[in-house]
Nanobody, 122 residues
Framework: QVQLVESGGGSVQAGGSLRLSCAAS????????MYWFRQAPGKEREFVAR???????DYADSVKGRFTISRDNAKNTVYLQMNSLKPEDTAVYYC????????????????WGQGTQVTVSS
């Protein structure tokens, strides 16, 4: 059983930056594909970024060039650096872990964190 705890959310003005962290415990962190998803009020949970054990990365088109996902296997932590934030980035951001490299849909995930709120004001 893997436990995921996010931190780093908050409120920021448009154009600002935030860095989210997700600390993992209870499993072999380096073997998991790590994801970030987000969910805005009234909307479905959507894929943001993922990183494999071999540090291959993948991003949603809406965040490409602004967000960077990274991982530190020694610290069992995955990060999401978010720059040039926009009001439409406002959402609860979820860290997630998957045993295999599958689709970008929430159904591909095996473990979820509790989420952290990101609010971007104009």
């Amino acid at each position: 059983q893997v436990q995921l705890v996010e931190s780093g959310g908050g409120s920021v003005q448009a154009g600002g930056s935030l860095r989210l962290s997700c600390a993992a415990s209870g499993g072999t962190f380096s073997s998991y594909v790590m994801y970030w998803f987000r969910q805005a009020p009234g909307k479905e949970r959507e894929f943001v970024a993922r990183i494999t054990w071999s540090v291959l990365t993948d991003y949603a088109d809406s965040v490409k060039g602004r967000f960077t996902i990274s991982r530190d296997n020694a610290k069992n932590t995955v990060y999401l650096q978010m720059n040039s934030l926009k009001p439409e980035d406002t959402a609860v951001y979820y860290c997630a872990a998957a045993r295999s490299y599958g689709t970008k849909r929430p159904q591909a995930v095996d473990y979820w964190g509790q989420g952290t709120q990101v609010t971007v004001s104009s």
